[in-house]
C-alpha cells in the first residue's frame, strides 16, 4: 500500500507540473460524449516477484501488451474506466553473470476498473494537447502451461497512470499512456506453497486511438 501511494505521489506531481505549465482551458476533450473506447498497443515491463540467495531472482520477460480501455464521463474532466489487457512471455530466472535464463512461459490477462481525471487542453504544436492521470485497482491472470508445470494465479494488482490525448479529428485523437501495475505475485494460489513474494512494479507504456461517442 506504501508503494502504491508513493507512485500515485509522483504521478500526480508530475502532472500538476505538466498542467501549471501550460495554458489550459477547463473543458476536456470529447466534451459531451458519454462513452470513449481506446483500443491499445504497448510494451510491459516486469520487476521480480521473488529474491532469492546471492542475486538470484524471478520474473517476467518483457512482453508485447495490447488490449482495450472504456471509459464513461462522470463529469466534464472526470471518467469512469475499465481496461482488460493481454500479454505473454518468458519466465525467468536472474542469475548473476550468467543473466536472465528462461525456465517457462506463461500468458496474462490484465484487467482492472477505476477513474481518469483530465487537465484540459492546451497546444502541443499544432496539435491539441490533454493530459489526464488514473487510478484504479484490478488483478492480473497468470496462466503457466508448461509440460512440467500447468498452474495458474490471480494476483491483486493496483495501479496509476499518466498521459495524454492528442487530437486529430472531431471525435478521435492519439493517446499515449505510462501505468505501473503494482502487486504481488500470488505463490500460495499457483504452488501451494506459503511463499511471501517481492512487490512488484510492472511498467506499460502504450498507445493507440480514444473513439468519442
Same mark, same amino acid.
Not at 505463490?187 to 502504450?206: K, M, P, R, V, Y
Given at each position: 500500500?506504501?508503494?502504491?501511494? %508513493? ?47 546471492l542475486?538470484t +531472482?524471478l520474473?517476467?520477460?518483457? !512482453? ?14 472526470? +471518467?469512469?474506466?475499465?481496461?482488460v ?6 519466465? %525467468?530466472?536472474g ?7 528462461s525456465v ?9 476498473? *477505476?477513474?481518469?481525471?483530465?487537465? =484540459? +487542453? ?6 491539441p ?9 484490478g488483478?492480473? %491472470? ?12 490471480t494476483n ?6 499518466? !498521459?495524454?490525448d492528442?487530437?486529430?479529428?472531431? =471525435?478521435?485523437?492519439? %493517446?499515449?499512456? *505510462?501505468?505501473?501495475?503494482?502487486g ?9 506453497l ?11 507504456l502504450t498507445? !493507440? ?5
Amino acid at each position: 500500500m506504501r508503494n502504491i501511494r %508513493r507512485s500515485l505521489f509522483v504521478i500526480t506531481s508530475l502532472a500538476g507540473l505538466l498542467a501549471a505549465s501550460m495554458p489550459l482551458r477547463a473543458q476536456a476533450p470529447g466534451s459531451g460524449t458519454v462513452l470513449h473506447v481506446s483500443p491499445y498497443v504497448g510494451y510491459i515491463m516486469f520487476g521480480d516477484y521473488l529474491k532469492g540467495p546471492l542475486g538470484t +531472482s524471478l520474473t517476467n520477460a518483457p !512482453g508485447v501488451l495490447y488490449g482495450t480501455q472504456a471509459s464513461m464521463s462522470l463529469a466534464p474532466n472526470l +471518467s469512469l474506466l475499465g481496461n482488460v489487457g493481454y500479454t505473454s512471455s518468458d519466465i %525467468r530466472v536472474g542469475i548473476p553473470i550468467l543473466g536472465g535464463v528462461s525456465v517457462g512461459h506463461s500468458s496474462m490477462l490484465i484487467y482492472d476498473a *477505476g477513474l481518469e481525471y483530465n487537465f =484540459g +487542453s492546451s497546444k502541443a504544436g499544432s496539435l491539441p494537447l490533454s493530459p489526464f492521470i488514473q487510478a484504479g485497482v484490478g488483478a492480473i %491472470r497468470y496462466n503457466i502451461d508448461e509440460s512440467i508445470l500447468q498452474t495458474n494465479a490471480t494476483n491483486f494488482a493496483g495501479n496509476v497512470g499518466i !498521459g495524454a490525448d492528442f487530437a486529430l479529428a472531431k =471525435g478521435i485523437a492519439l %493517446r499515449v499512456l *505510462g501505468k505501473d501495475y503494482i502487486g504481488k505475485f500470488n505463490f500460495q494460489d499457483a504452488t501451494g506453497l506459503g511463499i511471501s513474494g517481492e512487490t512488484a512494479h510492472n511498467f506499460a507504456l502504450t498507445a !493507440g486511438l480514444r473513439f468519442d461517442f
